[in-house]
């Protein structure tokens, strides 16, 4: 069997003495890998880089193998900020948490164009650190564990909403917060509002804890993993960041 697609590699790794085994996501067969043959060559290997926009085509002769794939470029992404290490680091958290939740072979549209609106992002002069947090909180909701942030848990308010619940993954006021804020995860307000001021580092390093709570304990504990260590990377990038329009960060633990 055989497909034509297009996609995003999120990784890929050695195999042998010249292949490489890709793994991609793809716009209509989901996240899918296959095996290059030749991948490591010195004119194939900077085809395959992370976060590279490619035509694929794969085949296999039974649909469960794990098949060949070959690709063209449609467009570079980590070449172009190359020296930029945080948006590197974004775009390489953004691969890694992606090929640490969504299912294999599984299509998932919104997610592919989630992070191709992502990259577009990283490849302009606009804000990229905040679209990361809500690229990781949609990415929940598309693989079923989205967090409700229209309204209090407690009291069913719309307004002044601080807090989420780290059980519930709904979100709380700051009065019905008030006696348990030590237990409950914090809320920053660009979450509510998109296209508002963008956030200071704190604000976007309390967005990650969240998303990042919830996208572990939720998504990769069942089963036995952890999060992506390129992600953890990109957390700390941020936090060492002596500032991040114009906002000095705190410690964050």
């Not at 042998?16 to 290059?36: F, K």
């Amino acid at each position: 069997m055989r497909w034509y697609d297009e996609g995003i590699v999120l990784a890929s790794r050695r195999h042998g003495e010249r292949g490489l085994i890709v793994q991609m996501l793809t716009r209509e067969h989901g996240r899918h890998a296959g095996l290059v043959r030749g991948g490591q060559g010195p004119r194939t290997r900077p085809l395959y880089q992370t976060g590279n926009h490619l035509t694929a085509s794969w085949s296999a002769r039974l649909p469960d193998h794990l098949g060949t794939l070959s690709g063209e470029l449609l467009r570079g992404h980590a070449a172009r900020f190359i020296d930029d290490r945080l948006r590197l680091g974004c775009l390489a958290a953004a691969a890694a948490v992606s090929a640490a939740t969504l299912p294999e072979r599984e299509p998932h549209p919104r997610a592919y164009a989630g992070l191709s609106a992502l990259l577009a992002v990283l490849d302009s002069n606009t804000d990229f650190a905040a679209l990361y947090v809500r690229w990781e909180l949609d990415l929940l909701a598309e693989i079923g564990y989205g967090l409700d942030l229209t309204s209090c848990a407690a009291t069913g308010a719309t307004a002044n909403l601080t807090h989420v619940s780290p059980k519930s993954g709904h979100a709380v006021s700051e009065a019905a917060a008030a006696p348990y804020r030590q237990k409950l995860l914090p809320l920053p307000a660009f979450l509510l509002t998109p296209g508002a001021t963008p956030p200071d580092a704190d604000a976007l390093l309390d967005g990650l804890k969240l998303t990042g709570f919830f996208l572990e304990h939720r998504v990769l504990e069942p089963h036995n993993q952890k999060l992506p260590a390129a992600r953890t990377r990109y957390v700390d990038l941020l936090r060492r960041s002596p500032s991040i329009h114009g906002g000095e960060s705190r410690p964050h633990g």
